[in-house]
Nanobody, 122 residues
Framework: QVQLVESGGGLVQAVGSLRLSCAAS????????TGWFRQAPGKEREFVAG????????YYSDSVKGRFSISRDNAKNTVYLQMNSLKPEDTAVYYC???????????????WGQGTQVTVSS
């Protein structure tokens, strides 16, 4: 089992910034990629960003590319999502996730966090 705890969500004005953190515990292993998904009310959960275990490969959805940055500190078992130039359409619950398969595919996620709310006001 892997436990994931997100933090850093909140209310921010448009064009502002937030940094989300995801702390992992339990049966972490070197094969897990970690990522962030989000789900807005009435919409399906969608991929936002992902990073390989080594940190050498990163992945972003087109909607956040150039604005968000994902990174990890394996010594702290923590993954970060730096979100800049936030827009009202970024408002959603953000979920941390890990996968031994493809981190960009929601159906292939092995573990989910509880989620943290991000609200961007216009």
């Amino acid at each position: 089992q892997v436990q994931l705890v997100e933090s850093g969500g909140g209310l921010v004005q448009a064009v502002g910034s937030l940094r989300l953190s995801c702390a992992a515990s339990g049966r972490t292993c070197r094969s897990y990629a970690t990522g962030w998904f989000r789900q807005a009310p009435g919409k399906e959960r969608e991929f936002v960003a992902g990073v390989s275990w080594s940190g050498g490969r990163t992945y972003y959805s087109d909607s956040v590319k150039g604005r968000f940055s994902i990174s990890r500190d394996n010594a702290k078992n923590t993954v970060y999502l730096q979100m800049n130039s936030l827009k009202p359409e970024d408002t959603a619950v953000y979920y941390c996730a890990v996968s031994l398969r493809r981190i960009v595919v929601v159906e292939e996620i092995d573990y989910w966090g509880q989620g943290t709310q991000v609200t961007v006001s216009s």
